[in-house]
């Protein structure tokens, strides 16, 4: 197996990225490192190793502990660096472990942060939250330049956005930031529908846990980057110890080949229900990047290269609609989290976004009648049928309400 260069196709990187070791020791499925320590029989050799793991880097001889470097997880970080384009990635216990070794690594060069809402909850929690002393300016897109101070170490965005699917030109972020490192959260895209490195953000983080485990079994955070942000990431690491389990970077590693395939086959279902439900008379809105003007600066194509498969809709009739919705689904599960094999729906206002202060919630187009739904690969006929009879529900028990 020769290793992968940049014009192999994503497909073939998605099978064979972070392997090539394997097939250069003769070991065809991928074996699980479960040793917590490993021997250091040259003190002067291993002591110097877990010195250069101390400060961020690499093994240089032994692993030493496996808080410090696992060769489970290494060989799916560089799988996943490679297929998002980026120098190094490294790997965290959940997406939002992930997200505060992102800001504690940020802290150590200022105690500011402009960030663009609406973000995940549990993102905008943690900043709102002054947990990590860390200074944050909300603002809109096209305000981000605006916001720059000469001790911002970070623009944090999010696109396409969890719950809303509102959408960010990431070359124009990137463009007001300026000096300043740009995260980009890419977790309801993927790696396989945009790569934001390639439009100059510096680190794009994911929360494994959904398309990239893809199975709703694994808890996950990953962020690709350049070396120098690597290096920082892996220190904070070792030192608050937010490590993935090798176990689940397995699982991960296992999920990556199909990666392409689940996300188009989704992508092409939730396509067809997203039409569908714009038409629905219970339906006030749906939001969907791939929807007839829903992508007026013609993002698709230029940064993303297809909708994705989420998508957030509103009811005629506010909470009480939406709560039938989510009590009358069947085949669907009425769940928080994305991404998975089989369609989740939810209901943000009420679940995932929830902590976010209601003013800005309902600023960012979180309204009481929002439901986020993500489609699997069940057949969409099936899907349709299932969310039409909840949607009758909705609407007969809307009825009943009014003539009481
Ligand atoms: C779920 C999610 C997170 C947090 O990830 P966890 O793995 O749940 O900690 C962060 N960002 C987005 C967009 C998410 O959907």
Not at 13 to 27: K, M, N, T, W, Y
Not at 40 to 49: K, P, T
Not at 244 to 269: C, E, I
Not at 314 to 331: R, W
Request: charged letters at 15%; proline letters at 6%; aromatic letters at 4%.
């Amino acid at each position: 197996m020769s290793k992968p260069t940049a014009s192999t196709s994503l497909e073939t990187q998605a099978v064979h990225a972070g392997r090539e070791v394997l097939h250069e020791q003769g070991i065809h499925a991928m074996p699980i490192d479960l040793s917590s320590t490993y021997p250091v029989q040259n003190l002067d050799e291993g002591g110097r190793s877990l010195e250069a793991m101390a400060m961020g880097g690499l093994p240089i001889g032994s692993p030493v502990y496996s808080r410090l470097y696992n060769p489970t997880v290494a060989r799916y970080e560089q799988g996943l660096a490679q297929l998002e384009g980026a120098a190094e990635c490294v790997a965290f216990g959940s997406g939002m472990a992930a997200v505060t070794a992102c800001l504690m690594a940020a802290k150590q060069r200022g105690g500011h942060i402009v960030a663009v809402r609406p973000l995940y909850g549990g993102t905008d929690h943690l900043l709102a939250s002054g947990m990590l002393g860390l200074e944050v300016s909300w603002a809109e897109a096209d305000g981000i330049a605006a916001a720059i101070r000469p001790d911002t170490a970070m623009v944090i965005v999010e696109t396409p956005a969890n719950p809303t699917l509102a959408m960010v030109d990431l070359e124009d972020v990137v463009r007001q930031a300026g000096k300043v490192p740009v995260l980009v959260d890419n977790t309801f895209a993927t790696p396989i529908l945009q790569n934001p490195i390639k439009h100059g953000a510096t680190l794009v983080l994911h929360s494994a846990t959904k398309f990239l485990g893809g199975h709703g079994d694994v808890l996950a955070g990953l962020v690709a980057t350049n070396n120098d942000w690597a290096t920082e990431l892996r220190k904070v690491r070792v030192i608050t110890g937010n490590v993935l389990h090798p176990l689940a970077a397995y699982l991960l590693h296992r999920s990556l080949p199909t990666l392409p395939l689940r996300v188009r086959a989704q992508q092409d279902g939730a396509k067809i229900i997203a039409e569908r439900l714009a038409k629905h008379p219970a339906v006030s809105a749906v939001h969907f990047p791939g929807l007839q003007g829903q992508d007026p600066k013609g993002l698709l194509g230029r940064q993303m290269k297809g909708p994705g498969s989420l998508m957030a809709f509103e009811v005629k009739g506010g909470f009480e609609a939406a709560a039938i919705v989510m009590a009358e689904v069947k085949l669907m599960t009425p769940a928080v989290s994305l991404g998975s094999v089989d369609t989740l729906i939810q209901h943000p206002a009420a679940l995932t976004h929830r902590v976010v202060d209601a003013e800005a919630r309902e600023h960012s187009g979180v309204s009481q009648s929002l439901m986020r739904l993500s489609v699997g690969l069940e057949g969409p006929e099936d899907l349709w049928a299932d969310l039409e009879q909840a949607l009758a529900k909705a609407m007969a028990g809307m009825a009943v309400g009014t003539s009481r």
